[in-house]
């Protein structure tokens, strides 16, 4: 579906932090790739921990129609509580001091996710390792007091399976509850894995955390070295949200809204 919304703005909202410059750096390249592209009449971006706020950024904004597309992996407590509240959405199309307020789908859970995190499996790869013997291990953070939270990444793991790109074995993994990070060694039994970073943005998780888990003493800066661990070689990606393809996953939600939800 091809979109031409000179009328409309594309309003991205994300985490953001106050600590880690990082966070929210994807969201803004994000949005000045999908401004460059004159989809729409504007591109803004919003944050719960940074400047402009959620609540700040809606009467900055000129155009009547708004696509709000949240920069999340999954829904969870931040796209079904903390955005409605914030944003005052209260409907897929909310009004809002004469304003229409299209409140679509996080990004990690738009089909077209899937591609991207095959792809960045793919490159990320050195050609000399056979893909018949390699695993492909998409990392999410989880919590046993949400259940949810591991929702998405469970489903583009089903996803990746059923295309059958060529990996011996596709699955997940943890930092807070099973399967953990830490037994990956024992979850996959290929020679040859790839830990890919289910996050919208690098941080102190995918810099440090999980590093840690994986048993990396010391992460590469530009995440292209293999690590080898006796026999066995792991490969360990940047979070997929840096990932300059994102901004067509954004775009993506907003078509998928158009197609789904909009009534006109």
Known sequence: MQLNKPDSALLILAHGSTE???SSAPTKLQARSIRETGIFGAVHCAFWKE???FRQVAPMIEQDEIYVVPNFISEG???RQIIPREMELSERTSERNSKYLHYCDPVGIHPSMTDLLLARALALRPDEIPLNDTAL????HGTPKNKSSTASIKQQVRALQLLDPGFAEITNAYMEEAPFISD????????HVIALPFFISDGLHSYEDI?????????????????LFGKRTLQYSNAIGTDPSMARVIIDQVAYFDEHYRND
Request: glycine content about 6%.
């Open 20 to 22: 880690n410059a990082d």
């Open 51 to 53: 400047e402009p706020s």
């Open 77 to 79: 407590y931040f796209t």
């Open 137 to 140: 291990i998409i990392i999410g």
């Open 184 to 191: 990956w060694e024992s979850i996959v039994t290929s020679r």
């Open 211 to 227: 590093p840690k888990m994986l048993g990396i003493e010391k992460l590469s800066s530009d995440r292209k070295n293999v690590y």
